[in-house]
């Protein structure tokens, strides 16, 4: 029997599926957060926007975790240029994630690892 240990994070995140649920549940967390939300507003009103959104998190988090995903998107650095995203928000965001691991049941080992590669992006989304 194989342990978590030897998991890949993509496997402990419940792989597609999973992934597919932990972004669901991102999404509509961040949608809901009083810091964030208006920075979804054009999303929540365009559901093809949505789903190209979510498309986009579920193949970065999916490449990004070992799994067969390629993420197409732009990189992080161009995506938030001109946002001036706050470290409020940037924390905001954290905790919308740690929310939809929890939801999912994400065991503490994995949840620490996205939490920890969300983390390492703040200098590439905060302020540009």
Do not use: C
Not at 97 to 103: G, H
Not at 115 to 120: D, G, M, T, V
Request: glycine letters at 8%; proline letters at 2%; zero cysteines.
């Amino acid at each position: 029997m194989e342990t978590s240990n030897k998991k890949s994070l993509y496997e402990r995140l419940g792989s597609a599926k999973g992934i597919s649920n932990i972004v669901d549940d991102i999404t509509n967390n961040h949608m809901n957060n009083p810091g964030i939300k208006n920075r979804y507003i054009l999303m929540a009103n365009d559901p093809e926007r949505k789903e190209k959104v979510k498309k986009h998190v579920r193949d970065f988090l999916g490449a990004g975790s070992g799994g067969p995903e390629e993420y197409t998107g732009m990189d992080m650095v161009t995506t938030h240029t001109g946002m001036n995203i706050s470290e409020e928000e940037f924390i905001h965001v954290l905790d919308d994630i740690l929310a939809a691991l929890d939801k999912n049941n994400v065991e503490a080992g994995a949840r620490n690892e996205v939490l920890a590669i969300s983390y390492s992006l703040k200098e590439q989304i905060v302020r540009l």
